[in-house]
């Protein structure tokens, strides 16, 4: 679907050549991007407005803006994995939009409206009277014979009746200049959120050029798509849940991105739970139900019972909850049929029958092999053809998980191939090679053509089909690509559609007389507040490991100096590191060695970039619920100690990159107190601090304040608790035993002893939600009241190591109980018994 440069007069190639000045110097174009030129030969007028105004911009401002871009991709966390992959890669975005002018976009959305419209016909007839089929309109082998025709969802009609509420389709332009369908996604379409994201990074780096460009805003497509499924639900408060795979799914940043913005809940499968027909999200309150969900996995996988038996992701009994009308699924189970190139074939057929129109967009000429006539075509003309699996597999008996084209196989496999399909032909499909249209990009100081497919859009509601004003584009790495997906050498590239006219701003936050102002907090997963928990406990141990780390690197300093007696602090910080599995055995006998390791040597679990990799594991669960400032600082954290050192450090590097790293925490906690609203989510993050703080405080008095501790010992548990001045100001002789434990243990104003911690754990249980309405103390409030009484009743002369490691025991009770009561997961999960029944 390219076209090669026409006879430009010279006029034109002086017009589409300015984008050749963007750099210092005139460095001509390699070829001219497709999308330059309109029908006419003539370069494209917005086009040249575009870069007349991207030619203000110095090389140098221009170079600034494009780092800052990827910048704020990075710190944002921005990111995707491809198929396989078992880290996220950093999204990459395309720093030049692709740029569509107001009348070509209405025929653009005019055609994605037509197609959805039908779509959701053929749908609504496959799975309900099969009027198509008995007519022969469609084959019903085509239909069947699909792994994404679900037979159990053959009669039920969803609530609403409805089976798509968002739909996209991937198109590209033709040689005549008119955009052709290259697929349809009816399954799950992803990309929505990442248009989003690439609006946000490109717009903030380019806000003039944005603004004066007059480009059409994409929040009224998403306030529109949310109020469609606001109107499926039966209540008028509905909980809508976004239903992801889990964080190692490719697109899970997306996810996570879309139902922060759309204040959406996400859970996985195990938070959701069948009851009386209906599904239910297992929370910290019991359970609530979930009126709509808005899946993001396939449909096979969506109920274990009577679909995929293997499947971890899905509800066991959502079929049942369908057909008693108990839940609405976004998109209907099923709908991945039409995503099937068999389907494709029959499409502007189909459109004739059910809409008495043609196709406004046709989509790519597509024959189904498992009709005689199309088989043998598809055949004869192999090598001017490409031959996919018909229901969107791999093409079988070959290895490419891409469709293959005829005219690049040898004769051997041209001749297996159509034995294969005269034995099969169902499974076979034989479509036009797409030869894609080119788009600008930034490469190297310049712009050169690439190939792109284009996602647009459609969200259902409840005044019909809403198109986003935009897409997600995907941008080839070759010059010659045939199909676009998101791997090596990909980027994508904003989507601006030109209004005629100045662009209203639109938010998506509703306005103060359009809103019932409400103080009630959200509801909190079992699986959120589990990881909100251990991101608490992870930051705090990261800290006291880092805290030992840099008291010992500041010991290292002053006995060097000759400062202090400093031989036995170092050396029961040095087993301590040992012991709490920071760094290995080994290194005992060389403190600098032992720092380097302890705090970058990812060979044991306790080493400071060990225990901040769990800790940004466990955010990574939970991104809809952090900050950006948060999720950059704790990406920060995790930058600066996952690095390779060869050898011991030396002593002041070793205190400075541990002091550095303990501020970036305090920034996390600093963040965490004033910007976390105090609802139950930072109630039980903060709980999760609080509890691993008074174990660590304890493990301090242990080993530093035992009964016969000398004064560097107590010295050194004072640095480590962060009490020096405090001590110093309140006791004008120096340390001594008592005073010290006190101080650290029993003293209910210093915020680092666990009379503090536990303090603060008790306010924190007491607010958090019941399961019964009994009266009764829950067994998290129960544990924490009885060790209050032991702490506030202990005295410092009575208090000994035994005594400390029982408060310490007490607490990693209590960890575990908060985990048996809070994180309700498994079939044995505790229901809701009040007297409001489930909400």
């Keep these: ?67 800052t871009a990827d910048r704020h991709i990075r710190d944002t966390g921005v990111s995707y994995r491809a198929y396989g992959d078992t880290s996220e890669r950093a999204w990459p975005l395309s720093h030049v939009p692709l740029l569509i002018e107001a009348g070509e976009w209405r025929e653009i959305a005019q055609g994605i409206q037509q197609r959805a419209r039908l779509l959701e016909l053929v749908l609504a007839d496959i799975y309900g009277e099969g009027r198509l089929i008995a007519a022969r309109d469609l084959p019903a082998a085509a239909v069947t014979g699909s792994p994404e025709f679900l037979h159990p969802m053959h009669g039920i009609k969803p609530p609403g009746g409805k089976f798509l509420h968002i739909y996209a389709a991937d198109i590209g332009r033709g040689p005549d200049g008119r955009w052709w369908v290259l697929g349809d996604r009816s399954q799950a379409p992803s990309g929505a959120g990442y248009a989003l994201a690439n609006r946000l990074v490109l717009a903030r780096a380019f806000p003039a050029l944005y603004r004066d460009m007059n480009v059409e805003r994409l929040a009224p497509f998403f306030e529109a798509f949310r109020l469609g499924l606001t109107s499926m639900a039966q209540r008028s408060n509905p909980r809508i849940c976004l239903l992801t795979p889990g964080p190692f799914n490719e697109t899970y940043f997306e996810q996570a991105y879309l139902a922060r913005y759309l204040g959406l809940l996400l859970v996985e499968g195990g938070d959701l739970t069948m009851r009386d027909g209906k599904v239910h999200v297992r929370t910290i309150d019991g359970l609530k139900r979930a009126d709509v969900i808005w899946r993001r996995i ?20 959502l079929i049942d909850a369908l057909r008693e009308g108990g839940v609405v699924i976004a998109n209907a189970l099923g709908s991945g049929v039409l995503e099937a190139p068999a389907m494709m074939s029959f499409m502007p057929k189909l459109c004739r029958t059910l809409l ?34 018909a229901y969107g597999n791999p093409v079988p008996g070959f290895a490419s998980s891409q469709p293959l084209i005829g005219a690049a196989l040898t004769a051997e496999d041209k001749h297996r191939l159509a034995e294969a399909m005269t034995e099969r032909g169902v499974d076979y499909a034989g479509q036009e090679v797409v030869n894609l249209s080119t788009t600008p990009v930034w490469y190297e100081g310049r712009l050169e053509p690439r190939p792109f497919v284009l996602r647009v859009y459609a969200a259902h509601t409840p005044r019909g089909w809403k ?25 994508s590239a904003d989507v601006w559609v030109l209004a005629d006219k100045p662009v209203e701003m639109v938010s998506l936050l509703p306005t103060g007389e359009t809103v019932r102002i409400r103080r009630i907090m959200g509801t909190l997963p079992s699986r959120a507040a589990d990881n909100l928990f251990w991101l608490g406990r992870y930051l705090e141990r990261s800290e006291a490991t880092l805290r030992l780390i840099r008291c010992l690197a500041g010991r290292m300093i002053e006995s060097g100096a000759g400062t202090t007696n400093s031989g036995s602090g170092v050396s029961k910080l040095t087993s301590l590191l040992v012991a709490w599995h920071a760094a290995p055995l080994d290194t005992s006998s060389n403190p600098m060695a032992l720092i380097a390791s302890a705090l970058h040597g990812d060979e044991d679990y306790g080493s400071a970039v060990s225990l901040v990799r769990d800790a940004r594991r466990a955010a990574s669960f939970i991104r809809e619920r952090l900050s950006t400032d948060t999720w950059r600082l704790i990406g920060d954290l995790n930058r600066a100690l996952a690095i390779d050192v060869h050898g011991p450090l030396a002593e002041a590097e070793a205190f400075e990159r541990a002091d550095a790293a303990l501020r970036t925490i305090a920034a996390i906690s600093g963040l965490a107190q004033e910007n976390m609203n105090r609802g139950a989510g930072w109630r039980i993050f903060d709980t999760g601090r609080r509890i691993e703080r008074g174990i660590n405080t304890c493990r301090f008095a242990r080993h530093f304040a035992s009964g016969d501790a000398p004064a560097v010992d107590l010295d050194v548990l004072l640095d480590l608790v962060d009490s020096q001045i405090t001590y110093r100001s309140r006791y004008l002789m120096g340390v001594a035993l008592n005073p010290v434990r006190d101080m650290v243990v029993l ?51 009575s208090l000994d190591n035994e005594k400390i490691l029982g408060f310490e025991q007490s607490l990693l009770g209590l960890a575990d109980a908060i985990a048996a009561r809070y994180f309700l997961q498994g079939p044995h999960v505790a229901r809701a018994d009040k007297s409001s029944g489930l909400a």
Excluded at 5 to 34: F, H, M, Q
Excluded at 358 to 387: F, H, Y
Excluded at 469 to 488: K, L, N
Aim: proline letters at 7%; hydrophobic letters at 40%.
């Design 298 to 317: 396939d449909s096979d996988f969506a109920d274990p019972l009577e679909l995929n038996a293997r499947s971890r992701l899905g509800v066991p009994g």
């Design 467 to 491: 198109i986003m004003p935009g897409g997600f584009c995907r941008i080839s790495g070759r010059t010659d690509a045939r199909a676009v997906s998101m791997g090596e050498g990909v980027h």
């Design 356 to 389: 008495g129109e043609d196709l406004r967009l046709p989509n790519i000429a597509t024959w189904w092999c498992g009709q005689d006539k199309a088989r043998r075509s598809v055949i004869a003309d192999m090598d001017e053809l490409a031959i996919a699996g």
């Design 747 to 797: 003293d209910p104003f210093n915020p680092r002893s666990v009379a503090f911690q536990v303090e603060k754990i008790d306010k924190h249980l007491e607010t958090l939600p019941l399961l019964s309405d009994d009266g009764m103390l829950e067994t998290p409030r129960r544990l924490i009241l009885q060790l209050a009484a032991e702490v506030a009743t202990a005295t410092a002369q």
């Design 1 to 67: 679907m390219s076209r090669s440069a026409p006879n430009l007069a010279k006029e034109d190639l002086d017009a589409a050549g300015r984008v050749a000045k963007l750099a210092s110097g005139y460095t001509p174009l390699p070829g001219i991007p497709d999308e330059f030129i309109g029908a006419d030969g003539r370069p494209r007028a917005h086009w040249l407005r575009f870069l007349d105004k991207l030619m203000e911009f110095s090389a140098v401002d221009m170079s600034r803006r494009f780092a």
